[in-house]
């Protein structure tokens, strides 16, 4: 793992190893200790990136990354110099992380993703420009993640149970939906408004409950998928092609038969596969992304209610306030001044 224990609150200069893991030039990169995780923050002022990542090494085989920052587009291009496993939770923005070779996978906002890339493999991230960025990444070493799951391995999915029993032999990625719990402990290591008590025993504590609720959601849609038919690659292209109109468009006033059609499928086989896929009905997923999005604005801008109700895709604020509560126990406007 990267080690923190050497940081300084003084501004020290990056090194050639934490460059390439973020993808930033190391001249634009500083080291500092940390204050309310204990950990290593890297802040980055350049035409790459401009922001932070706060690493903290949670044991020797776990460490987490907390991430706030936004791009002016450019590609930014990390190696990982060790054998390890990736879990990121996407709380802001997502991206596009391609691997050369026709190897691709997607993050999108509200979603967790776990991913193994071999040693030395060159990975280029890609970002709407000056979209912010918000996520929890945990690190794992391999060995330490299997003792974790070995009793249950049996009851994940066959590429996860092969990387959990064998000896991984080159890239993997899978990714969720989000669960209510995932998000929450993600958005709790996130916050930067935490009180001044209990921040470090938090900070040791979350990243366990993201990896289980992380295992646990895979577990239930792999039980959700078990004894039905099997999605062909082009029905999952498709459902990606919803998914992602979903996430561009949910402003919008969208239909099930307006996404479908963009989709190039049936509304029936839309509705039918789609929660086979994610977990969720297509206008389940339409409101969670609305909501999310609508959480952000509130905590981050100065926008009134009913401006917030129409960004995300509500004529009216009333209607609005409802869904948000249903989801969150809170209206709007208790949120934003919680």
């Known amino acids: 793992m990267i080690s923190t224990a050497a940081s300084e609150r003084s501004q020290t200069p990056v090194g050639a190893s934490l460059e390439a893991l973020v993808g930033v030039p190391a001249e634009d990169m500083y080291l500092t200790a940390g204050e309310r995780t204990g ?18 090494d949670i044991n020797p085989s776990l ?6 920052f936004t791009t002016p587009g450019h590609a930014l291009t990390t190696v990982m110099d060790r054998e390890v496993v990736k879990l990121n939770f996407q709380l802001s923005g997502g991206g596009q992380f391609d691997l050369g070779e026709d190897r691709e996978f997607r993050v999108a906002e509200m979603t967790a993703c776990i991913c193994y890339q071999p040693p030395g493999m060159v990975k280029q991230e890609r970002y709407r420009p000056e979209e912010r960025q918000v996520a929890a990444t945990l690190m794992c070493d391999i060995p330490f993640l299997r003792t974790l799951v070995e009793d249950s391995v049996s009851c994940l999915p066959s590429p996860l149970q092969e990387l959990m029993t064998g000896v991984p032999t ?23 408004d935490h009180g001044p008590h209990f921040r470090q025993l938090e900070v040791q504590a979350r990243p366990f409950d993201l990896l289980y609720h992380f295992f646990r959601r895979v577990q239930e849609l792999e039980e959700g998928r078990s004894g039905r038919l099997k999605l062909t690659r082009v029905d999952c292209e498709r459902l990606e092609a919803a ?20 989709a190039g499928m049936s509304e029936t086989k839309l509705s039918g596969t789609f929660k086979e896929r994610f977990g969720c009905t297509v206008m389940g997923y339409l409101t969670h992304t609305r909501m ?34 249903r989801m969150y126990g809170l209206t709007p406007r208790a949120f934003k001044h919680h």
Do not use: C, W
């Not at 950990?39 to 903290?56: C, E, K, P």
């Open 39 to 56: 950990g290593l923050l890297v802040t980055m002022a350049s035409r790459f990136a401009t922001g932070t990542i706060d690493i903290i």
């Open 292 to 325: 999310e999005r609508a959480r952000h604005l509130l905590r981050d801008s100065e926008l009134a209610i009913t401006q917030v109700a129409l960004e995300v895709g509500y004529e009216h604020s009333g209607n609005f306030s409802t869904a948000f509560r």
């Open 243 to 262: 998914r992602s109109f979903i996430e561009r468009y949910y402003s919008q006033p969208l239909t099930i038969t307006r996404i479908a059609r963009h």
């Open 170 to 192: 080159g890239y993997f990625s899978m990714t969720v939906p989000g669960s209510s719990e995932m998000l929450a402990a993600a958005e709790s290591l996130a916050r930067k």
């Open 63 to 68: 460490s987490v990354a907390i991430s706030d």
